[in-house]
């Protein structure tokens, strides 16, 4: 079978295929507060899990599975074999704001791309669930990215390290999928 018949026969079975909600979630109906902004008939991945990706009808985002263990493929737009869904990630983080009496964080914030392998250009991954935390380890927040691939929460209050510690800034990770490959960065925190 040419590669463009096998193209054919996945953007098939994507359409055709009954599409169970998230084993987490009761619909695959997707807020606009829990997913990007749906651009009308556009299809982006899942940050977190590569077999599944979001499909934007009426300006309501559908987050849909691929069959058979099919990957999403958003260079076509379609379900594809895992070997060919492979993504680069490139994570920044921003600097943020330290308060020190009582110890809280503001504006943290961090930038997820993501690109093809094959190509050059370098694109916001969506949706994916950015974990921001301490240079020890202690979790601050988690966050998802939007449509520009920006994630960014503030923590008012819990944080049990000193604020000694937290001036040598935050990491931010991105734990990856089955095709996008992990990410961390180092952001600055200041007073």
């Known amino acids: 079978m040419s590669h463009r018949a096998r193209l054919a026969a996945l953007a098939l079975l994507t359409s055709a295929a009954v599409l169970p909600a998230h084993p987490a979630?009761?619909?695959?109906?997707?807020t606009a507060s829990a997913a990007a902004p749906?651009?009308?008939?556009?299809?982006?991945?899942?940050?977190?899990?590569?077999?599944?990706?979001?499909?934007?009808?009426?300006a309501v985002a559908y987050r849909k599975l691929c069959p058979a263990q099919l990957?999403?493929?958003?260079?076509?737009?379609?379900?594809?074999?895992?070997?060919?869904?492979?993504?680069?990630?490139?994570?920044?983080?921003?600097?943020?704001?330290l308060l020190e009496s009582p110890v809280a964080v503001k504006s943290l914030r961090a930038r997820l791309l993501t690109a093809p392998d094959a190509g050059d250009g370098?694109?916001?991954l969506e949706n994916a669930r950015l974990t921001f935390r301490t240079t020890t380890g202690e979790?601050?927040?988690?966050?998802?990215?939007?449509?520009?691939g920006i994630a960014s929460c503030d923590v008012a209050g819990g944080i049990s390290t000193p604020a000694v510690t937290l001036r040598q800034g935050y990491e931010v990770?991105?734990?990856g999928n089955n095709a996008a490959q992990p990410s961390q960065a180092h952001g600055t925190l200041e007073r």
């Open 173 to 175: 990770v991105y734990a």
């Open 38 to 58: 749906c651009r009308d008939q556009s299809m982006w991945p899942d940050g977190d899990d590569a077999q599944w990706f979001y499909h934007c009808s009426n």
């Open 71 to 97: 990957h999403f493929n958003a260079v076509l737009d379609t379900c594809d074999w895992p070997e060919n869904v492979s993504y680069r990630t490139r994570l920044t983080a921003e600097g943020a704001t």
């Open 25 to 30: 979630t009761a619909t695959t109906e997707v």
């Open 122 to 124: 370098a694109d916001p």
């Open 139 to 148: 979790t601050l927040c988690v966050a998802r990215t939007n449509s520009d």
